[in-house]
């Protein structure tokens, strides 16, 4: 390798300010994190971007990796993987975009070429996968530096709101991919989604394109249950008392659900789905899991039943922009609470207390100077 190979491609931008270094939320171990001065990020390849964020938000797999779920994660590590910004870089080899262009920030970095991504398994690419706020910076600071910016990255539309948009970048892609159409839901199925939070709001908002004939949903909050009602659920199981999977028998008549889809990561309610799934029906895992759970393979060897894992490869981020912007599907209902990005420690707070504080998404807002 020549030494010109070696060096750093150059931008189509100068640099738009002296001041070399922004505010990130850091992550310091498990339990541990931080609101901090962080160097500005810079193009490191020719196909980087470098987005200012006005728009992000947390998600509960940040929660994951603060628990220590995911070891990956480092000491150092900004997090985040969802946001919307205004380029103010790229680097030699982006086409797509140009400073100045407002974009969505896809959670998953596809370089759009390697095998993964020819096969539409974006979370695999070989040059990206699900990497901000993971194994390289993510996108609760200031700024962020977007690999593979051509296919990471998506216009935002002149009409669009930013804290609905904001939602394309994972929740709703991730519900419908991993949820609805991992679990094959289709016209006429009973589907039951275990855990009320944000993405199982998405998993049931996007189920509904396929016209269930049922949708039960299931969590230990009564607010949350109350908040899946109005966005479309038909049934509503309170799991507190740990009889869920028997409540959901003796409505279907002993017969399950077409598709359970479970939307919180924890054996319990991985368990909920092995209980109440038909012969013949789907489970469908969309959860963070940081810990085993246990396959009941003497229950389920002669059911004819199907698992499926992904995660999220945001093969459907264009559609459901349309969809969004056609106003069918309307994800700012689930925003409930709003904070500047320098009050992020108490957003994570908020979050962090959900039931306690009636949480769903929160967003955060970044009004700094440039």
């Not at 339990?31 to 947390?58: C, F, H, L, M, Y």
């Not at 530096?145 to 990255?153: C, E, F, K, M, V």
């Not at 499926?308 to 459907?316: A, E, P, Y």
Request: proline residues 4%; glycine residues 10%.
């Amino acid at each position: 390798m020549t030494t010109a190979e070696l060096e750093v491609p150059t931008t189509k931008a100068s640099t738009l300010s002296v001041r070399a270094t922004m505010k990130a939320l850091v992550y310091h171990g498990p339990g541990k994190r931080a609101w901090e001065n962080k160097p500005r990020p810079t193009i490191q390849d020719q196909g980087d971007a470098i987005v200012r964020i006005t728009t992000s938000t947390i998600c509960g797999t940040d929660l994951h990796i603060l628990k220590g779920d995911l070891p990956a994660v480092t000491d150092g590590r900004i997090l985040g993987h969802e946001g919307i910004g205004v380029v103010e870089q790229v680097g030699t080899g982006v086409s797509e975009f140009h400073v100045g262009d407002k974009v969505i920030i896809s959670c998953v970095t596809a370089c759009l070429k390697c095998d993964f991504c020819k096969r539409n398994m974006y979370s695999h690419c070989r040059h990206g996968g699900w990497i901000l706020g993971y194994t390289i910076d993510g996108t609760q600071a200031e700024y962020v530096r977007i690999p593979q910016a051509d296919g990471s990255l998506y216009h935002f539309p002149v009409d669009g709101v930013e804290e609905a948009l904001v939602m394309l970048s994972d929740i709703l892609p991730t519900g419908l991919e991993c949820g609805v159409l991992n679990g094959q839901v289709k016209p006429g199925d009973t589907v039951a989604i275990v855990g009320a939070g944000p993405v199982g709001l998405a998993v049931l908002l996007t189920a509904q394109f396929y016209s269930p004939a049922a949708i039960f949903m299931i969590d230990l909050n009564d607010k949350r249950l109350a908040v899946a009602k109005n966005l479309g659920a038909t049934t509503l199981i309170n799991s507190t008392d740990g009889q869920a999977a028997q409540h959901v028998m003796e409505l279907t008549e002993g017969a399950g659900v077409d598709v359970a889809i479970e939307a919180v990561g924890l054996p319990e309610t991985f368990a909920i789905c092995q209980n109440i799934v038909a012969a013949g029906g789907h489970i469908a895992n969309v959860g963070v899991h940081g810990k085993p759970v246990e396959l009941h393979m003497e229950k389920l060897w002669d059911r004819n039943i199907s698992i499926t894992t992904r995660l999220v490869d945001t093969v459907t981020t264009a559609m459901l922009l349309k969809v969004v912007r056609s106003g069918k599907l309307q994800p700012g209902k689930l925003v409930t609470h709003r904070f500047a990005i320098s009050d992020i420690m108490k957003a994570y707070d908020t979050f962090g207390n959900a039931a306690k504080e009636d949480a769903l998404k929160v967003v955060l807002t970044n009004a700094a100077p440039r």
